[in-house]
């Protein structure tokens, strides 16, 4: 079956992770494919978490100014609407672009602005997650969350954590959360790739997110996936325009898009897929319009 001109609908994708080879060498003039390959693109194996996510440093550094974040936020929106994506939630933490003088605040809105620009240029619509990271302080993921709330109304449409799971301290960002879900700011949160099941209890138990991200590791425990599946749906906001959810593999250079992909069960169903991939989402009528691309996020419904 060709997917390639089903409309689509993308949930889990993470800017710094999203640089194409064009935006790449804008800024590093001469770069070879093989050197873009290898420093900007994710090994068909990473050893674990830690691993995978030390290979987006060079993406970070190179989006530190107010035209690389343009470029690449306008290059992302360009890479969806060739992929037919028609809505998309991109992530991204601003605290890790201030390495040059940016402050969080002017980061969210030059993405913000560049969204929108990106928007009336392809007609993708889109929104954007503020991601605070696991081993941030608690100053630091109220600060993200503060701005998750300021911009909420330039397209901000929801709050995250991301980062190593093994830097564990959940305590430090309950009162992100809290903030949170006081002003009615939808949440998600990355947990069990790096400590399975037990972390994704954990990450419910202190954020009580929405959608849990890359949750895959939450098949080795059948009482989570029927927590998981029967637990009501609180966050539509984020996602009010998905139908159904396939697997689809896709050729382009996202670090999640290589590793973890989705894959649809009809009402509620849930099984463990071949390949260790999993994801299980409500089946929404009418019936199947949309196809989302796979990225690993799992919906606690
Ligand atoms: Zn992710």
Redesign the pocket.
């Known amino acids: 079956m060709d997917f390639s001109e089903w409309p689509k609908i993308e949930l889990?994708l993470?800017l710094d992770?999203s640089l194409g080879f064009a935006v790449v060498n804008e800024f590093e003039p001469g770069i070879t494919t093989a050197d873009f390959q290898h420093r900007f693109t994710a090994p068909p194996k990473c050893q674990n978490l830690s691993d995978f996510l030390s290979r987006v440093e060079d993406s970070i550094q190179l989006l530190q100014t107010e035209r690389a974040l343009t470029a690449a936020t306008l290059d992302l929106l360009a890479q969806l609407q060739a992929d037919n994506v028609i809505y998309a939630e991109i992530?991204f933490a601003p605290l890790l672009h201030t390495q040059k003088g940016l402050a969080a605040a002017e980061v969210v809105e030059i993405v913000s602005d560049a969204l929108a620009i990106g928007i009336g240029q392809t007609g993708v619509e889109a929104g954007l997650l503020l991601c605070t990271l696991r081993n941030y302080s608690a100053e630091q993921s109220l600060e993200t969350v503060h701005l998750a709330h300021r911009f909420r109304h330039r397209r901000v449409v929801g709050f995250d954590i991301?980062g190593d799971e093994l830097a564990e301290n959940p305590q430090a960002h309950e009162a992100a959360y809290a903030f949170a879900r006081q002003h009615a700011i939808p949440c998600t949160a990355?947990a069990g790739e790096a400590r399975g099941p037990e972390s994704i209890w954990e990450t419910l138990r202190y954020f009580q997110p929405g959608r849990i991200?890359?949750g895959v590791r939450c098949v080795e425990d059948p009482a989570l996936v029927d927590y998981l599946v029967k637990k009501p749906h609180p966050s539509r906001s984020l996602s009010h325009q998905q139908r159904t959810n396939q697997r689809f593999p896709h050729p382009r250079r996202s670090y999640?898009r290589q590793t973890i992909s989705g894959r649809y069960f009809p009402g509620h169903q849930y099984r463990r897929p071949h390949d260790g991939e999993c994801y299980a989402q409500r089946r929404i009528p009418p019936p199947a319009k949309y196809l989302r691309l796979g990225?690993?996020a799992f919906f606690a419904l």
């Open positions: 889990h993470h992770c992530r991301a990355h991200g890359h999640h990225a690993g």
